[in-house]
């Protein structure tokens, strides 16, 4: 299966704890994304890179996450100190930007479903 | 925020009829996205439309994009029990880096095939 894994599919924790989630693109793209998504709604943008670049972070929800994409290929995003809020599914995507072609679409892996108890 | 907001927020419709849903959107754009979702999966990109298009098709899929009015539709015509999903479409913003890659979704519109 060469599309966009995520890892794990669900996690329950308990509010104060904190949470990584793992995702692996696919290989060829230089692009990845992190979404939310809560019920009923569609998926809110919270930060990406380009290759091992972070270069939109500021819509990340709060201080409380973080992501990080170490040598361009997966990516974690972790959460700290995870509040009831905080439930929602995490969705991975990737792409292959270039610049000269303009939009592209995404690559979605199926979430990562996390419930704050 | 979401920009794109999808209409109308659910629909009900007999195998074999046509399903029409629209999707309006605030700001200057230069693609839009048709996105499908099977309830707890990921997201399944179905079409782009770039600003410079007025139509596009992909097998049973169709779809219109105005940019004057800021809105765009997606046709599917003979739908079947499989189409039921959930159906985002999503536009681009400038984002660090270049390029416009970052999609806004709207809402969505949850359509139901019945058999």
């Known amino acids: 299966d060469t599309g966009v894994s995520q890892d794990p599919r669900h996690k329950i924790t308990k509010r104060g704890q904190n949470v990584t989630f793992r995702c692996d693109p696919i290989s060829e793209h230089n692009r990845l994304y992190w979404y939310r998504q809560t019920l009923g709604q569609g998926p809110e943008f919270l930060t990406y890179f380009q290759n091992e670049a972070q270069l939109e972070k500021s819509r990340l929800l709060s201080d409380r996450f973080s992501a990080e994409r170490p040598k361009g290929s997966f990516s974690t995003l972790e959460i700290q100190r995870t509040e009831q809020g905080d439930s929602a599914m995490y969705l991975c995507?990737?792409?292959?930007?270039?610049?000269?072609?303009?939009?592209?679409?995404?690559?979605f892996g199926n979430g990562t479903r996390l419930t704050v108890t | 925020s979401q920009q794109g907001e999808e209409d109308p927020q659910a629909l009900s419709i007999q195998e074999g009829e046509n399903a029409t849903m629209n999707c309006s959107y605030k700001t200057s754009i230069n693609n839009l996205q048709w996105y499908r979702q099977n309830s707890g999966r990921g997201l399944v990109h179905l079409i782009l439309?770039?600003?410079?298009?007025r139509e596009k098709h992909s097998g049973r899929l169709r779809v219109t994009l105005d940019t004057s009015k800021k809105s765009s539709s997606l046709l599917i015509t003979a739908s079947r029990a499989a189409d039921t999903a959930s159906y985002f479409c999503a536009t681009d913003f400038a984002i660090a880096g270049g390029g416009a890659d970052g999609l806004t979704f709207g809402k969505g519109t949850h359509l139901i095939i019945q058999p």
């Open positions: 995507a990737s792409s292959f930007w270039n610049p000269g072609r303009g939009g592209s679409p995404l690559h």
């Open positions: 439309i770039r600003s410079n298009e």
